[in-house]
T-cell receptor
Framework: NAGVMQNPRHLVRRRGQEARLRCSPM?????VYWYRQLPEEGLKFMVY????????ESGMPKERFSAEFPKEGPSILRIQQVVRGDSAAYFC????????????FGPGTRLTVT | TQLLEQSPQFLSIQEGENLTVYCNSS?????LQWYRQEPGEGPVLLVT?????EVKKLKRLTFQFGDARKDSSLHITAAQPGDTGLYLC???????????FGAGTTVTVRA
């Protein structure tokens, strides 16, 4: 499967715990984007990363959220001390390099905070 | 943030009928992308339109990009139940990587 992979697909955490969401980009893609889809809301940009670099994190809450895309391995979106309002679907997308860098999305991780 | 407005919000039609979904903005976009999302899944890229006035066909789906590159439409001919889903339009920011999404149109095709 050469598509974008995300795991886990479903994650349940109690308030105060940490959530780690993983994303492996499509083969050949070096750009990764994270988006969040809240219930009854549209997809919102969170962060854009290239290998070992955060390019734009303007859509990510300043506290408790962090993202990385190491030289080896998947991109990780980390949420510390989760709260109920963090419950959402988190999508990762990847793109290659081009005049119009089309973004291809993974199946998402559904985070539920109890 | 460049805003994209989609209409209608919901659309329910009978199999075999045609439908059109609209995506409008006051901003100019360098390109617009259409995605379809099914419940519990991620958005699947259908098409990218780049040139003002461009028309792209994908089987029964026809995508149009407005001459001024501020709006787009998706027309489905002879809709089938398999066309059911949430249709999203998205456009890149001036930096060309941050996608802004419309709220989507939920299409239901009844057999």
């Amino acid at each position: 499967n050469a598509g974008v992979m995300q795991n886990p697909r479903h994650l349940v955490r109690r308030r105060g715990q940490e959530a780690r969401l993983r994303c492996s980009p499509m083969k050949g893609h070096s750009h990764v984007y994270w988006y969040r889809q809240l219930p009854e809301e549209g997809l919102k940009f969170m962060v854009y990363l290239q290998k070992e670099n955060i390019i734009d994190e303007s859509g990510m809450p300043k506290e408790r959220f962090s993202a990385e895309f190491p030289k080896e391995g998947p991109s990780i979106l980390r949420i510390q001390q989760v709260v109920r309002g963090d419950s959402a679907a988190y999508f990762c997308a990847s793109s290659g390099i081009g005049l119009v860098p089309e973004q291809y999305f993974g199946p998402g991780t559904r985070l539920t905070v109890t | 943030t460049q805003l994209l407005e989609q209409s209608p919000q919901f659309l329910s039609i009978q199999e075999g009928e045609n439908l059109t979904v609209y995506c409008n903005s006051s901003s100019v976009f360098s390109s617009l992308q259409w995605y379809r999302q099914e419940p519990g899944e991620g958005p699947v890229l259908l098409v990218t339109v780049v040139t003002g006035g461009e028309v792209k066909k994908l089987k029964r789906l026809t995508f149009q990009f407005g001459d001024a590159r501020k709006d787009s439409s998706l027309h489905i001919t002879a809709a089938q139940p398999g066309d059911t889903g949430l249709y999203l339009c998205a456009g890149p920011s001036s930096n060309d990587y941050k996608l802004s999404f419309g709220a989507g149109t939920t299409v239901t095709v009844r057999a």
